[in-house]
């Protein structure tokens, strides 16, 4: 099982920035999907964003409509890391981030939760004035 480790998150006022970081213990990321999740204090875990595995001249990304134009998710495949670049952070954006993977031979990725092998431990974001 992929052991993820999440990185970056913390305390920004509105309209400010953060870069989230997810990265293999022992692995590399190269050959799965990696989607990022969070959850909001008393809401569902939702899925923010994914990027393809890598292995192809592009990498095919996700996003839900409310990160749409804020959010980037991209790779390091020379560092097997997975950043989640985000910007004009809002209060709505509060939650813990988690890194989550899963293995498939297609080049496009899924927000599904039934498709998650494995989880990071989570990384706090909270944005207040």
């Known amino acids: 099982q992929l052991q993820l480790v999440e990185s970056g998150g913390g305390l920004v006022q509105p309209g400010g920035s953060l870069r989230l970081s997810c990265a293999a213990s022992?692995?590399?990321?190269?050959?799965?999907?990696i989607a990022w999740y969070r959850q909001a204090p008393g809401k569902e875990l939702e899925g923010v964003s994914c990027?393809?595995?890598?292995?192809?001249?592009?990498?095919?990304?996700k996003y839900i409509d409310p990160v749409k134009g804020r959010f980037t998710i991209s790779r390091d495949t020379a560092k097997s890391t997975v950043y989640l670049q985000m910007n004009s952070l809002e209060h709505d954006d509060t939650a813990v981030y988690y890194c989550?993977?899963?293995?498939?031979?297609?080049?496009?990725?899924?927000?599904?939760?039934?498709?998650?092998?494995?989880w990071g431990q989570g990384t706090q974001v909270t944005v207040s004035p």
């Open positions: 990027i393809s595995r890598s292995g192809s001249d592009v990498n095919y990304t």
């Open positions: 022992g692995f590399t990321l190269d050959y799965y999907v």
């Open positions: 989550a993977s899963y293995w498939t031979y297609l080049n496009d990725c899924r927000l599904n939760r039934a498709d998650v092998m494995s």
